[in-house]
């Protein structure tokens, strides 16, 4: 994996937690 994929991937979960 990617160190930006895995960065988006960090993003995209910590968006969906904090909705």
């Given at each position: 994996?990617?160190?930006?994929e895995?960065v988006?991937?960090?993003?995209?979960?910590?968006?969906?937690?904090?909705?």
């Amino acid at each position: 994996m990617i160190d930006t994929e895995l960065v988006n991937w960090k993003d995209f979960i910590e968006a969906m937690l904090r909705k």
